[in-house]
């Protein structure tokens, strides 16, 4: 009987999109992806991101917001550009609002870029049917984590955490073959973790949602500079539209 009484409320939950993380090979994006249009998105990537204001040496970013209808797939730019997160979301910088290096507008006509929008869509979609609505607020992150021998770069927050965000999309877009670390845990509430899985080919991807904790471990380097480079597809809270 406990365990009906347990079950009932996590599968009627409207925030259940994915029951805590999926893992979808790069495989399902590529699929639709040139060899070209990759390697133009990675230079684009390497030309847009830079020092990250609040982690200097340790990660490069860049940030765009975007209004995106799911379903006639309108996209435009964002009036507001600041991110905010909440404390309970973020320890480390919740509960102040940060503004990143600009990502340049030019993302929203990026072959790439647009593939993997609407293949995200998909799961946006869902979320959209069950809230009641047709207009989402996007944050398109790029994140470059970089490490030299003995070093470390690390994730904003550190360690196991719950997002503000219904729904995030970890899109990798490089990991160097010198990297160390950098795997995603996966936990109940309870902290253990639960799944480790490693995103190490172009366009892996790992989905959360807010019925698990998760994480990625810092990133250290074999020899010379390592780089971990994703690309965070963020659909927001209403919690975080207040700044
Ligand atoms: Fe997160």
Redesign the pocket.
Known sequence: MDTVMQDTPLKSNPLNIVNGFRYVPGDHYLENITFKQLKDFKQFYAQQVTEDPYAPGVRDRAMIKLVFNPYSLKLSVSNTQNYFQSYGANETDGGKVRVFPPLSESIVDDPLFLTVLRKDAELMREYCNRMGKDELNLSIHLIRYKSIEGGASYSS?VWL?L?DEPL?FIHLINLTENALGADNVISEMDNKPKHVLRLTKPLDTLI?DTMKK?AVTPLGSTGGVAYRDVMLVNLEAEVQQKK
């Open positions: 927050p955490h997002d995030v959360v998760h």
